[in-house]
């Protein structure tokens, strides 16, 4: 079966940490998204974030923190989702655009609203002491 392969932003804040929903979705996701032909990491980051959150990820502070495989979300039994995190910093304000819906700040009690891979990291940041 196959994978797909995904990279994900971790924005903490005040022990919380950022997921967006996507506008006709109802799980919450860390934001991010696949790379394009030819695109690194960090430069896959930088479009996504920009797409997703109109703000400048900055490249140079990017920093791998770990990768999470599980069952995709919505598609058939054995897909597939393997995400790869990245911390860094970045220029301008955190705001919707067209495509995301709504952001909100989650803690490890907010599972319910997330994918398996989105569990995934919430406990992996639970069990590490970046959220409560």
Known sequence: MPTIDKLTWIEI???????VRSKGKDLFY???GKREDGESDEQ???????E???IRLLPET??????????AHG????????????????????KPSSEVEELAWFTSN???RTSIT?????????ENDFID
């Not at 804040?13 to 997921?19: A, F, S, W």
């Not at 990017?62 to 495989?69: C, Q, R």
């Open 13 to 19: 804040q005040d022990r919380k940490v950022l997921y």
């Open 75 to 94: 598609k058939p039994e054995g897909v597939m989702v393997e995400i790869k995190c990245y911390t860094g910093s970045f220029e301008g304000e955190l």
């Open 44 to 50: 896959a980051l930088v479009r996504e974030l920009k």
């Open 62 to 71: 990017a920093k791998y923190l770990n990768t999470f495989k599980a069952q």
């Open 110 to 112: 907010d599972k319910d």
């Open 52 to 54: 997703e959150l109109n």
């Open 30 to 32: 860390s934001p991010g």
């Open 118 to 126: 989105g569990k995934l990291i919430l406990d992996w940041l639970a």
